[in-house]
């Protein structure tokens, strides 16, 4: 849905250089959309085993507050985007200093890379959230869980956390002081304190906002996590009502506009009973649920980042499809059959799956490794061949 006209800005012209900070699968497919739509590509990642290194026209291999790197990265990027939040701000601020167009900017990076800026932002903007208390001391947390009511809460580091690290949960006033040391204490502080949501579901809402001033929405997707790391998304969000669907575009228009955001950002909700919305966590980039948009919508994410950090007006979020699951494939399900899966099983097997595979070289358990997609006319079909294509690849190992 676009709600300005478009206006002449300068586009980046073809051939020009784009570059990504971090080298992970998000990366990857940043890098591929650029390609598709005639870009050169550098990436910048401290990882030695990137898997976006194999894909990019240039690579830096180095860490992000190295001077050499930055001057090589911006030597040859016109335009910047990230993947991951945990970035020095600094290294976007310098870059956005010296010209460069930085997409989602270097003051959206900000408020979503710390969980108080973060709620105190959407607070501003009257968006629904958990009620919190920013504590940084074990007194500011005992205190806290008194004044949130006395009611089962988490607490959360501000900062690095994610998969549900850095992060616990207090049920009684008697918790805090385990809990607090567990997290590392005030060393760590500040954290974010705040109320247990009786959540039915988690969706994702994936946005993206142009340089123009045009918004446009993905269908909201339904998320499973398993110890907290995604493993299962279904889209459309199954048995989604008018008025949920209502709430999360108007989240939507008013995130984007506020924050001025020009790129793709996924807001993390959990979904209540009575099929209202919350907002718990802001990421300003794609996502590993949006995935899926690469088989189902007529422009996936990954376009979508790059025609927003170039200028352009922004694609169709249209489904082509009813429906599409995704289902992640974890590190475990290498060490359980000790050895590569047998791809070429799977694929014969089920030859409706899409396989995608991020080249990592070392599977550790909860690490994303690739996932499967299927689109489709139901979601029962589609969960349960995606569990059989997954449980054809060999018998999951759990981990703790
Ligand atoms: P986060 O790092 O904030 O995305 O949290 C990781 C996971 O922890 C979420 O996907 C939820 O499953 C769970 N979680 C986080 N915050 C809350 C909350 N306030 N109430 C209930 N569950 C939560």
């Known amino acids: 849905m676009s709600i300005m006209s478009p206006i002449s800005l300068p586009l980046m012209p073809q051939q020009a250089t784009l570059g990504i900070l971090g080298g992970g699968q998000l990366g990857r ?100 959230i958990s009620p919190f208390k920013p504590v940084n001391t074990l ?36 918790d805090c002081g385990s809990v607090f040391a567990s997290l590392g204490g005030e060393a760590n ?12 579901r ?24 398993h110890r907290h790391v995604l493993d299962l998304s279904l889209c459309p969000a199954p048995q989604l009502s008018p008025k949920t669907e209502a709430q999360a575009l108007a989240i939507a228009e008013t995130l984007a506009t506020g924050l001025g955001l020009v790129g793709v950002l996924c807001v993390e909700c ?36 790059v025609r927003a950090l170039c200028g352009f007006a922004l694609g169709s979020t249209a489904l082509k499809v009813p429906a599409v699951g995704l289902q992640n494939l974890m590190g475990q399900l290498w060490a359980s059959s000790g050895a590569e899966p047998d791809w070429g099983r799977l694929l014969h097997q089920f030859p409706e799956v899409k396989l995608h595979l ?12 690739g996932h499967l997609v299927l689109t489709g006319a139901d979601y029962r079909t589609i969960e349960s061949t995606l569990a059989s294509a ?10 703790e």
């Open 139 to 174: 007194a500011e947390l005992t205190q806290g869980f008194e004044a949130l009511g006395n009611q089962p809460c988490i607490i959360k580091t501000a900062t690095l956390g994610y998969d549900g690290k850095g992060q616990g949960r207090i049920t009684t006033v008697a």
């Open 29 to 128: 497919f940043f890098l591929m959309a650029a390609k598709d739509l005639g870009y050169r590509t550098v990436v910048w990642a401290p990882d030695f085993e990137s898997p976006a290194f194999g894909l990019a026209d240039e690579v830096i291999q180095a860490p992000f507050d190295n001077a050499k790197a930055f001057q090589r990265f911006t030597s040859l990027a016109e335009g910047v985007s990230y993947e991951f939040e945990n970035l020095p701000v600094e290294t976007l601020e310098a870059m956005e200093a010296l010209g460069k167009v930085v997409s989602p900017s270097s003051h959206v990076l900000k408020i979503c890379q710390h969980r108080i800026l973060e709620r105190q932002c959407l607070q501003g903007f009257n968006i629904p």
């Open 202 to 225: 988690e969706v994702s809402l994936i946005i993206a906002r142009s340089a123009q001033g045009g918004v446009v929405t993905y269908p909201l997707i339904e998320n499973r996590h």
């Open 358 to 369: 991020y080249g990592k070289e070392s599977a550790k358990p909860g690490r994303k490794m």
């Open 270 to 305: 959990f979904e209540l009973a009575d099929g209202s919305l919350l907002v718990n966590e802001l990421a300003p980039r794609p996502h590993n649920s949006g995935h899926l948009t690469m088989e189902a919508c007529v422009t996936s994410q990954y376009e979508q980042q």
């Open 390 to 399: 997954k449980q054809s690849i060999g018998p999951l190992k759990d981990f």
């Open 189 to 200: 502080a500040p954290y974010l304190l705040e109320l247990v949501v009786p959540f039915v």
